[in-house]
């Protein structure tokens, strides 16, 4: 299994791990249909917008000898939470930004499969429209250190 693939897994794990959280694809899901997204989004326990995905938004790396370098992707983990009003869900979807931050700074080496973890970043918390559903849309980042060696040839 690649670093990458393992990095994805364990912040499916992490996520899964925190009560609540609804759905966790541990890769972007897009579609044309906004009602086909929403239904990829959908908890199947409470049938309500809670969905969750993983993507690798960047990468930074520096050579640090011949056969070895070190690189820092940068995840991106994307939450879709249904919006009510009457319900004030946006503090319960406060709540579970701030788990989620918990959980994905809790283990520095997640695991001993990375160097380090930095500390999570939420970059974005608004609510949006997909179709005609009103949602809670936040961005949390995190950026892991790794060293990976070259196999010379």
């Not at 990458?4 to 759905?23: F, M, N």
């Not at 969750?52 to 820092?72: K, V």
């Not at 992707?73 to 788990?99: C, M, Q």
Request: contains cysteine; negative net charge; glycine residues 6%.
């Amino acid at each position: 299994m690649s670093l990458t693939s393992q990095i994805r897994a364990r912040i499916k794990t992490d996520l899964e791990a925190i009560d609540g959280i609804g759905v966790v694809h541990d890769y972007e899901r897009w579609t044309s249909d906004w009602k086909r997204f929403l239904e990829l989004m959908k908890d199947p326990d409470s049938q309500t917008i809670r969905g969750w995905t993983i993507t690798r938004e960047s990468s930074e790396g520096q050579r640090e000898a011949p056969a070895e370098a070190n690189r820092s992707p940068l995840y991106v983990i994307r939450g879709y939470w249904g919006l009510s009003d009457l319900n004030a869900s946006e503090k319960a979807f406060d709540d579970l930004i701030e788990a989620v931050q918990n959980a994905l700074g809790a283990d520095v080496t997640m695991g001993s499969i990375v160097d380090h973890v930095e500390e999570p970043i939420v970059r974005m918390i608004e609510p949006r429209m997909y179709g005609s559903v009103l949602c809670h849309y936040v961005e949390i980042a995190i950026r892991v250190h790794t060293t990976q060696a070259y196999t010379l040839v």
